[in-house]
């Protein structure tokens, strides 16, 4: 089973975003190898979870409130996306770190809460450049992974997305064998954890020329795509190339 993840981010309003799920509902993938998700703005995730019912893809929140309910304005609770179908969450992903100040805690609390429903998070980790090249890369990794402590991680669903922060939106992807190891290390790490088998997806500058170097290495179980899965030739592309393979 290989993963392919399409994280939408703010490119599409909500008309676009429908285009794009109606335009991939026309095309037929490999349900049985493949886990397909995407994650539209939360302006439009409950018609796209309508339009995909029955389809390939599941459907997640690109992030998520820990409080159900209250006073926080702007905000949208993990609860509130399972109810309205949403599958997954993506949970500290770099760019709510790193441009609205999102902290470990944060990221735990967000955790704990879609866990405690039932909404699957795909955690996001990854060092920035400067820790990369000043040799702190598995310190940032640790420090982002030690959230997972204390969490009941039983029975649950989780996933893991190494992103590294240079290699999103530069077209600086990783090295695929390196992002192996990273991964390999980080399966390692997550034993302190947890007994099961947590799958990690890549993600950083990925496209069809590329995903294959990564798909085909054992340790890296699929790929999490930012602005390649925004437009249908390119995502339908990744993934076609990704059929062949599997
Ligand atoms: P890009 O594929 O645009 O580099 O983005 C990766 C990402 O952040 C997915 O969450």
Known sequence: MKYIFGNWKMYLDFDESNILANALLQEKFDENNLKLAIFPSALAIREV?????NSAFSVGAQNVSWVEKGGYTGAISAQMFLNVGSEYALVGHSERRHIFGETDEDVRKKLQACLEIGLTPVLCIGEKKEEKDSGLRNTCLQRQLAVLAGL???NKEILIAYEPVWAIGTG?????????QVHHWIKEELKKYSGQEIPILYGGSVKAENVISYVSLPAIDGVLVGGASAKFETFVSI??????II
């Open 49 to 53: 979870i309508m339009a995909m019912e």
């Open 152 to 154: 009941d991680l039983k």
């Open 172 to 180: 600086n992807a990783c090295d695929p064998v390196e992002a192996e």
């Open 239 to 244: 993934i076609k190339k990704v059929e062949e």
